[in-house]
């Protein structure tokens, strides 16, 4: 475990495990707890790590210094700290904004990136319209599990639904207002920085997410040069939560085979 001190914020990371780097990047229901169901499997031929967003978790950060042009510098600081040249990087809804902003800034250090449940900063018409819901519903309360799993999710994984709850809890220092800021000019990626884009992607997509729809993502995935896309039926928003067993393998799957190339 760590911190690094960067713009205004000190940002708590843990990092375990041996081999090719995995960075696994939260949403904002999360922190790096999110992915407790990964750490352990991912940790047995990777070297893993997890880090809190400033303002989420053990991480800290005056309400004002919270944006999405900090996180791929946030990121790389982590990365810089611990020695780590490249790394495959994974992302959960708001963590996409980190994962497209480092993969467009330097390339060489991302293996590959796995988009999950996130249009990433994409500008899109079908996306604003998705995310001025998403701010609306979010503004008072976050992203929590009414939102971020599948509708049925609580009645069928009810512990499970707890825990969530519990995670996001955790984000005292978060306030949900500040999520307007991930589309604000700063917060925008235009379709046309995407040209010549060369990163490996993989986009997730849970047929019921409730906040950016299959239908969205596929809009998303149709910009992001040779991009792949996998929808994965019974999910909502949190893939990697509701259905961490399918998730895992063809994570692992796709970190492996850019791995070898």
């Known amino acids: 475990m760590g911190t690094v001190e960067r713009s205004g914020a000190s940002i708590y990371y843990e990092i375990g495990g041996e081999g090719p780097a995995v960075v696994f990047a939260h949403g904002a229901g999360g922190n790096r707890l999110s992915w407790w169901q990964q750490t352990p499997e991912f940790e047995q031929r990777h070297r893993v790590v997890r880090f809190d967003h400033r303002c989420f978790g053990r991480s800290t950060c005056p309400p004002e ?14 990365l810089d700290a611990e020695g780590i040249e490249r790394a495959a990087l994974v992302c959960q809804s708001m963590g996409g904004w980190t994962g497209l902003r480092a993969a467009l800034a330097a390339p060489e250090r991302v ?49 499970l639904a707890h825990l969530y709850e519990q995670i996001a809890a955790l984000n005292t220092g978060f306030d ?4 307007a800021r991930l589309y604000d000019e700063g917060g925008r990626i235009l379709p046309e920085r995407l040209e010549g884009y060369g990163v490996p992607t993989l986009l997730i997509a849970g047929e019921q997410d409730q906040l ?13 040069p040779n991009a792949e896309l996998r929808e994965f039926p019974v999910c909502g928003h949190s893939v990697y939560f509701e259905d961490a067993a399918a ?15």
């Open 111 to 159: 293996t590959c990136l796995v988009l999950c449940d996130t249009p990433a900063g994409i500008f899109l018409p079908t996306v604003l319209e998705a995310a001025a819901e998403v701010g609306r519903r979010a503004t008072s309360d976050g992203i929590r599990a009414n939102l971020a799993l599948a509708p049925d999710f609580p009645a069928r994984q009810p512990a």
């Open 65 to 78: 210094d919270f944006h999405p042009r900090h996180f791929a510098d946030d990121l790389f600081a982590i």
């Open 176 to 179: 949900p207002g500040t999520l």
């Open 212 to 224: 950016f729809p299959p239908a969205v993502l596929r809009d998303v995935a149709a910009v992001i």
């Open 247 to 261: 998730f895992n393998l063809v994570v692992k799957d796709f970190i492996a085979k850019h791995s070898r190339e």
